[in-house]
C-alpha cells in the first residue's frame, strides 16, 4: 500500500472502508467511508494530520513505512475514527508531539488514556513553521464536537476539515469529480452528523470566509480541488430560509392513513410545494435526514397504537428532533380506531423544534370525505405558509431539486 500525493510533499496516507455499513450502532453508510490522514514535509519538519479508525491501523502503518520522523501529530477531532491510531503513533515515532485545540487536550486523556504531558495545546489562529509551510490552526468548533479545529497550509491554501465537508463514502478516486459528491454523499454527511449545529456551523463558515482556500482535504471522503461547490452547499443547508418543500414521514397499518398520504402528497404537489414522503416501515433514514436538511414544513402520518403513536412514525419524530432540522411549520395527520393520544404524544416528542403547529387531521377509522377535504385545506395553509416567509432558492452548484 502506498501513499498518493495530493500536492508535492502532502500526502494521502489514511484507509478506505468499502464495506462498512452502519456507523455509531445507527447511521446507515451506504456507500461505506473513509479514514483520511496527511502527510506533510515541510523542510525541516514533518506534520502527521489525523489517524485513522483503529481496526485501519495497519493501512496508516504500511503507507507511513519509510517515514522515519514525525515532528507533530495535529489532531483536529478527537473521535476514535480519527484519533484511535494516535497511540500507535506514540510508540512508533516516540520524539511525535501531539497538537491539538484546549479542549482536545482533556478530551485525548479521557478517550484514549493519552498522557496529558504528550499534548501541546495551540491557540486559535496559532501557526507552526515546518521549515517553507506553515500550519495555522483555525478553532471551529462543534463541527461536530466541542474541540474541533481545521489546520490550513498557509503556502499551500489547503484546507485541512476533519469532518467537516466530509462525506461518508469509499474511493480509489483521491479527488471530488466536479460537484458531483456534493448533492449525495456530502448532503447524507451533513445531515446526520452536522445538522445539529446549524447555527454554529453558520459562525464557522464566516470565520473561513476570507481564508483563500484552493482545496479542502477532509478526513472523510474525497478531496475538493475546487471548493466553491461544497462551501456553496454548506451555506445553503445551514441557512435559515427552508426550501418549498414538505417532509412527510408516514407509517400505515390497515391503509387507511396511506389514503390520507396519497391525498395530502397530491394537494401539495398540485400547489407547487415539493414533498418528500417516507414510509417509515421501509425507509432509509440517512435519505428523511438528507430531505429534513431543506424542508420548510415536517408531517406525521401516523395510526394510533395502543392509544399512542405507531412506534415507526414516532422514530421519525425522535430523528428530527434530535437532529433539529431549520422546518418553520409542522402538523400531523393519522387515524384513530376509539380513542387515544397520539397527536399529543408526537407533539410532545419535538421539543427542539422551533415550528408552528398547523391544525391536524385526524380521521377515525377510514376517511371520509370530510377528513380528505381537511387535508386539502391544510395543504392550502401550508402552501400559503410558504409563500409568506422567505424561501431559499438553494445556490448555484445545488439548486432544490424540480
Ligand atoms: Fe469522523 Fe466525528 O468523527
Known sequence: MMPKEILPGVLAVGAQDFDRRLFDALIPLPDGTSYNSYLVRGRTKTALIDTVEPDWRHVLQAKLRGVERIDYLVSNHTEQDHSGSIPWVLERYPGVEILASEPARSMLVDHLGLASERIRTVADGERIDLGGRTLRFIYTPWVHWPETMSTYLEEDRVLFSCDWFGAHVASTELFVDGARCVEDEAKRYYAEIMMPFRKIIQKNLEKIRDLDIQMIAPSHGQIYRDPQPILCAYRDWTDDRPHNSVVLPWVSMHGSTAMMVERLTAALSARGVRVFPFNMSVADIGQLAMALVDAATLIV??????????????????????????ARFASIVGTYGWAGKMVEALKG????????????????????????????????????????????????FNPPAV
Open 301 to 326: 402520518a401516523c395510526p394510533t397504537v395502543h392509544v399512542g403513536p405507531h412506534p415507526a412514525a414516532l422514530q421519525a419524530v425522535v430523528l428530527a428532533n434530535a437532529l433539529r432540522p431549520k
Open 349 to 396: 416528542a419535538m421539543p427542539n423544534l422551533k415550528v408552528e403547529f398547523l391544525e391536524p387531521v385526524i380521521a377515525k377509522g377510514m376517511p371520509k370525505a370530510t377528513d380528505l377535504e381537511a387535508l386539502d385545506r391544510l395543504a392550502e395553509a401550508v402552501a400559503a405558509k410558504h409563500a409568506e416567509i422567505g424561501l431559499s432558492e438553494g445556490c448555484s
